[in-house]
């Protein structure tokens, strides 16, 4: 009998292109993978993807091509683009950790020799010097706060404290602010994802696509040679720019609820139950179902028992079969939260293009630390050039626009992820933002699947304390 093996094909002696092939020759190869990629050039590699990969379409193959690619000093809104493609891993650098400074901004290229070029860079200047003055005031508040410890340095008190200053003054930050982002990712979700930025509006977003495109190559010369912009996208988005920019509907407001459930699966419950029998079982579907259909409430909490009652610590994953419910949300949150948000690559969102027209949020500790004229006078300055800019180019304009205004995103995903994201999001290091949002939302989930989502174990803070606690409005 052969014997098992295992071992890496390492990227230290194989491109990335030729462990592909190597992989992909397995197919119709009865030889090892060693031996496949020992018969291997990068010039045998080229020839196969092109014929296999490109000229049939053979493109899962180019997924074993993965890449890590340090992207530096690049917008926060494109960085949106950027981690927009969902099958690749991001780490960017943090707001809630590190501190900007007075030049960490870029200037869109749209506005190099626009007229109101002076105007957004004086704004956002205001927003960093507001920025920065903020920071002491409001970590003298959270030192009254969170006192320093006997025998504990001023440096190891302040990375104790330091994310609960940061994390209120980086609701002046705006999207032009500048990140560090690490990527990485196969060569087929590559491809797709620089197709979608040479496509982008925003002029910077196409240059990092040919940026990240020219770079790739050197590692990846066949796989993503032929990423080129798609005009149907922008004709796509072009057009329904258009039809929604005709809706006769009345201004956006914040007056609205922050979340709504729009939708969910009323029969989620049932639903759940079954295909986790199903699984176990050897009966068909439909019967399953109306086997769960005809149990008493006391029988399925048995079964919802049996499906979720062994979960130890919020590191236990629920079986798969969550996956069959599912829930659409309607939420606004501030900025700083939904870059938090989006990184949620299991869900479906669909986030409006962020403006000021939702209003801000207002930071508890702004307020005690004697910064609310300052800080409102900042976000309100940011709001008067969006206006400005958004008249002749709403997607440029949001580079002006800072963390603590609202943003509406519509979210849909399944109960599995939402056990994921409400426990994760929810936890007490989590940002007091993105934890509201998490708490209202599997508030909303108890309301209408009180058992399935009864073994969440969140902590036992609810949204309206994080809202009283940290929030002024
Ligand atoms: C305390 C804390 C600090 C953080 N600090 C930073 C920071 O400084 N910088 C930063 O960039 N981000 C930071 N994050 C964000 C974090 O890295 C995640 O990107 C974010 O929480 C989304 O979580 P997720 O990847 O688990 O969720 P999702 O994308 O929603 O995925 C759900 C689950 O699917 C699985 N999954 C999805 N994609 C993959 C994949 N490609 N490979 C393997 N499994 C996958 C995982 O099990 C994952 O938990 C922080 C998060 C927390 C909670």
């Known amino acids: 009998m052969p014997e098992r093996q295992i071992y890496l094909l390492s990227p230290r002696e194989l491109s990335p292109e030729t462990i592909a092939v190597a992989f992909a020759k397995t197919s119709r190869s009865p030889e090892s993978f060693r031996e496949i990629a020992q018969s291997l050039t990068d010039e045998a590699s080229a020839r196969f993807h092109e014929r296999w990969v490109i000229g049939y379409g053979h493109a899962s193959v180019a997924e074993h091509a993965v890449l890590h690619i340090a992207i530096e000093n690049v917008s926060r809104l494109a960085i949106e683009a950027i981690e927009s493609n969902r099958l690749a891993s991001y780490t960017e650098k943090s707001t809630r950790y590190q501190k900007w400074g007075p030049e960490d901004f870029i200037l869109p290229p749209e506005l190099e020799n626009h007229p109101l070029r002076d105007e ?155 295909a986790a029998l199903y699984r176990f079982g050897e009966m068909p579907f439909d019967q399953a179902l109306t086997y769960v259909q005809h149990r008493s409430p006391e029988e399925r909490l048995g079964l919802v028992q049996a499906l979720l009652g062994n ?118 290091n989590a940002h007091f933002s993105i934890r509201k949002i998490a708490e209202r939302i599997a508030e909303e989930i108890r309301r209408v699947h009180p058992a399935l989502s009864a073994f969440m174990f969140l902590p036992d803070e609810t949204w309206q304390e994080v809202d009283a606690n940290h929030f002024t409005r």
């Open 120 to 274: 957004f860079i004086e704004t956002v200047q205001l927003l960093f010097s507001t920025y920065a003055a903020s920071l002491e005031p409001v970590r003298q508040v959270v030192a009254q706060q969170f006192p320093r410890r006997q025998e504990e340095s001023d440096e190891a008190w302040d990375r104790r404290i330091r994310s609960r200053y940061v994390d209120v003054c980086r609701f002046l930050l705006p999207t032009a602010a500048v990140a560090n982002v690490g990527m990485t990712v196969n060569a087929r979700e590559l491809e797709h994802a620089i197709r979608k930025f040479l496509s982008h509006p925003l002029a910077e977003v196409r240059a990092i696509g040919e940026q990240i495109k020219e770079a790739a190559q050197a590692e990846t010369p066949t796989l993503i040679k032929y990423a080129e912009a798609v005009p149907s996208l922008a004709q796509t988005r072009e057009a329904l720019e258009q039809a929604a920019s005709t809706l006769d509907l009345p201004p956006a407001t914040a007056e609205t609820d922050f979340c709504t459930l729009v939708d969910y699966d009323r029969a989620g419950e049932e639903t759940v139950l079954a």
């Open 311 to 428: 979960l130890e610590s919020p590191h236990d994953i629920p079986l798969r079969e969550l996956e069959y419910c599912s829930y659409t949300f309607d939420l606004i949150m501030d900025q700083g939260a939904y870059a938090e948000f989006k990184r949620h690559r299991m869900m479906t969102q669909t986030p409006q293009r962020l403006t000021t027209r939702l209003g801000y949020a207002i930071p508890r500790l702004i307020e005690e630390a004697g910064l609310r004229p300052q800080y409102e006078s900042a976000l309100q300055r940011a709001a008067q050039v969006y206006e400005k800019l958004a008249a002749w180019n709403p997607h440029v304009a949001q580079y002006v626009v800072p963390n603590g205004f609202y943003r509406r995103v519509l979210a849909r995903f399944n109960l599995r992820n939402a056990y994921h994201f409400c426990r994760l999001r929810s936890a007490p």
